[in-house]
């Protein structure tokens, strides 16, 4: 988090509760400010939010992928049989391609989520 920046209401709350569970409701012996703690919360906020942004744009590139390669060609495009063959076969390789890659993104995913990684 940079220096000029405040933590917002939800990590002041999170830091509140968390600080109430450790020292109780009067924070008798808590000799860590409400703020210190809402810091490290807003961070990890913000890190599970840039890394949901990361996974939706990578979401929306594999679809408009996806749509592209799902659109028929124009019927004055092919002509012949064995184009439509390659183009169809080229297609469904890209589409593998596509979803393979997901799938490793996902799973590579899931594990830094876990802290596997």
Request: glycine share 4%.
């Amino acid at each position: 988090m940079s220096a000029n920046a405040q933590p917002d209401g939800p990590s002041l709350q999170v830091a509140e509760e968390i600080l109430r569970k450790i020292y109780g409701d009067d924070f008798k012996g808590c000799n860590v400010s409400l703020e210190s703690i809402s810091t490290i919360v807003s961070d990890a906020f913000r890190q599970r939010e840039a890394h949901v942004h990361e996974l939706l744009e990578l979401y929306e590139k594999l679809v408009e992928a996806l749509h592209l390669l799902s659109t028929p060609p124009g019927a004055d495009k092919l002509t012949d049989a064995n184009e439509l063959r390659t183009l169809l076969s080229e297609r469904l390789d890209a589409v593998h391609a596509l979803t393979t890659k997901t799938i490793e993104t996902t799973l590579l995913a899931k594990k830094q989520e876990s802290g596997d990684a």
